[in-house]
């Protein structure tokens, strides 16, 4: 599937991955990058096969949620680095989901991290690079028309929903989903989710050890950066398959 799309010229590119526009209009390519950033672009790197690992995790998830009926932008596999997905408008609100207290929240509130929460918590922010993606709430989204009152309450249902689904999906592959971030695009009035979801996006601890598999390796300077990314994907495939 999505292997009959031709790649035509790039119209966005972005830290860590590249849109190219295709021959049919409402489908895109996205090629991941091995490209790093951290800390509104402070910190700037590579990591080896990155690229190919968020393509094949991003995959593997978007699959498995549109088997629970989630609605997404994914169309297809088209490469080792490319994914195709059905061209969208991005919503300016990053959804961020959290089942275990890290980074930003444990700064913010004074929290340990690892401490498990009671329920999950559901946050939003402003994707904006040049402000660093500020938190914003309902109000802020509203009065600045980022999104509409419609919008803002299917994102936080989806995003619940697709903590859910995803919190299991990571578990099966000895993972602990301790939090990520989605993104959202409207597509002929839907809502779809977007973007990516990936040790880039997403904090990922072993299971049994709390063993940190995700980007908080290259932001914290841990070492075994593409060890992990090559583990998670290592791991996701034999839980969920290897099929094409
Ligand atoms: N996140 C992301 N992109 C961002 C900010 C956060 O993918 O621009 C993810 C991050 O990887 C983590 C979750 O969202 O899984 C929550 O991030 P947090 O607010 O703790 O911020 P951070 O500590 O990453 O700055």
Redesign the pocket.
Known sequence: MGGAVVKKGRIYEGKAKVVYETDDPSTVIIEFKDDAT??DGKKRGTIGGKGEACAAITARAFEYLESCGIATHYRGWISRREIAARRVRILPV?A?V?NVV??????RLGLEEGLSLREPVF?T?YKSDELG?PMVNDYHILALGLATREEIAVIERMSLEINRHLTEFFDKAGLRL????LEFGVADGDILLADEISP????LWDKESLTKL???RF?RDLGGVEEAYQEVVRRVELAHGMAR
């Open positions: 951290a800390f990053e961020v959290r890290a980074g930003s929240l444990a700064k946050e922010y993606d301790v939090d990520f971030k880039d996006t997403c904090r995700d980007k908080d932001r």
